[in-house]
């Protein structure tokens, strides 16, 4: 059945490589586990350069996806929006907690994301599909 | 004293467009340059500084937004440490 949507927003994030290397270099562990799920760590391999690209696009990721959820207070807990990597390299954003529940609230039903990054910089297109009419207050 | 490290986690971490040291408590950070990601690492950097771990309610823009509004969450932090 095909599922119904009356409108889409869209959040794209631009991240400078060198600062997620910088950041990775002074904090480590502590940056790496605070913001990326286990799986997202997982797909982020390679030499140095090549994973820190890969974090800056998933960083970038989860800032689209915010600019989607447009949180009014808190926002959700950077883990709790993961970009998972299927087996052909193909990503999608799974949300959990806070996230899943700013996603239900926002009328969010389905989220597709697109990520790039060349040498110097990394980037997120996050497409929402949102099964109610925004009301607006004149 | 805390305005003091708060300027100086910024100066270090923040990359921002501006001179730290001459910053209006209230300026917005995110006017001279503080990206999403540099918060992070101000974040980091800060609870480096003050021994304490920012909650997940407190994640939201508005904490990071100027140094005065650091210097109040990091108040309210290290008020609830000793408590």
Known sequence: MEEKHDSFRVGVDLVRV???????AHFGDRYLRRI????????????PEVAAASLAARFAAKEAVLKVLRPAGARPD???IEVHRDEVGACEICLTSSAAR?????GVTQL?????HEHELAMAVVVAAVSRREVRVA | ??????????????RLAVDVAALDP???????????HASVNVMLALEDSFDFEFPEQMLRKRTFESI?????AVDGLTRAEVD
């Open chain 2, 68 to 72: 005065a509004a650091i210097r109040a």
């Open chain 1, 78 to 80: 950077w883990r709790d």
């Open chain 1, 112 to 116: 597709a994301v697109s990520l790039t």
């Open chain 1, 36 to 47: 990326y799920t286990e799986h997202e760590l997982a797909s982020c391999t390679g030499v």
């Open chain 2, 1 to 14: 004293m805390t305005d003091d490290v708060i300027r100086a986690v910024l100066a270090e971490h923040g």
């Open chain 2, 26 to 36: 209230d300026a917005d950070l995110y006017q001279v340059g503080l990206t999403s």
């Open chain 1, 18 to 24: 060198a600062d997620v290397a910088e950041t990775v």
């Open chain 1, 102 to 106: 700013l996603a239900a609230e926002a």
